[in-house]
């Protein structure tokens, strides 16, 4: 299993991001992918996910009509489209899958990516 994600940035406040988990075929098809950040000295938070066999998503509070998570099923990518980003999203951005579970907790994700690293100033 490989997740490749890209994207990552500087910006200033009130500007936008788009991040990019690649998958491989067989990981991506009906599965989970989620969204994480870990911001220096804090644990890692579940920001978003979506189930790529019916497209259905979920948010954290803190990141709803900011965030959006989509994807491609032609690519076996999705997405994380970030706006109006705040000092607060500054952090490193890992893709997951492999659920079980509930979907905004670290221990339910098996496979993980390197992550990508998103600072807001």
């Known amino acids: 299993v490989q997740l490749v994600e890209s994207g990552g940035d500087s910006v200033q406040a009130g500007g936008s991001l788009r991040l990019s988990c690649e998958a491989d075929?067989?990981?991506?098809?009906?599965?989970?992918m989620g969204w994480f950040r870990q911001a220096p000295g804090k644990e890692r938070e579940g920001v978003a996910a979506i189930y790529t066999g019916d497209g259905s998503t979920d948010y954290a509070d803190s990141v709803k009509g900011r965030f959006t998570i989509s994807q491609d099923n032609a690519k076996n990518t999705v997405y994380l489209q970030m706006n109006n980003l705040k000092p607060d999203d500054t952090a490193a951005y890992y893709c997951?899958?492999?659920?079980?579970?509930?979907?905004?907790?670290?221990?339910?994700?098996?496979?993980w990516g390197q992550g990508t690293q998103v600072t807001v100033s």
């Open positions: 997951a899958t492999g659920l079980r579970g509930t979907w905004n907790r670290v221990g339910n994700y098996k496979y």
């Open positions: 075929r067989y990981t991506y098809v009906s599965n989970c």
